[in-house]
Structures are given as C-alpha cells and as structure tokens.
C-alpha cells in the first residue's frame, strides 16, 4: 500500500539528519537525492521551525540554521 506515506516518510528521513548536523552527498547518496527532489518542500517545513536550508549542490553538503532576524530598527 503506498499512498501519501512515502513522501512523508522521506521528508522525515530527510529532517532528522539536517536536525544532527551536516548531510554529505557522499556520505548517502539516496538521501542527497531525496534532498535534492524534496527541497522545495523540506524548506516550507523547516521555515515553520524557523530555520533555513543551506544547500550547495556543487560542493555536495546541506544543513539547517537559524533564519536571520530582521532586527534592524528595534
């Protein structure tokens, strides 16, 4: 039975990782191309949480931090 599970399984498989540190291309490449097909949405996700992803395709690395605040005029 595959319904909508999948793709909320991998966004999990996905989040969890980013949460501990940095993802390497390398390291596990089924993952990195989860990352890379999922992006658009684990950014939505993450923004709830108020964080970012930083993700270089060309060095093969991603990980999450804190949004910037805009903080200038307070």
């Not at 709830?48 to 930083?54: F, G």
């Given at each position: 039975m595959?319904?909508?599970a999948p793709a909320s399984a991998d966004l999990?498989?996905?989040?969890?990782?980013?949460?501990?540190?940095?993802?390497?291309?390398?390291?596990?490449?089924?993952?990195?191309?989860?990352?890379l097909n999922l992006q658009a949405r684990l950014r939505d996700y993450v923004e709830?949480?108020?964080?970012?992803?930083?993700l270089?395709?060309?060095?093969?690395?991603a990980f999450l931090r804190s949004r910037p605040q805009d903080d200038e005029g307070a």
């Open positions: 595959a319904g909508p999990s498989a996905l989040v969890i990782p980013l949460l501990k540190g940095v993802l390497y291309q390398e390291a596990d490449a089924a993952l990195w191309n989860s990352l709830v949480l108020d964080l970012e992803l930083v270089d395709e060309a060095e093969g690395y």
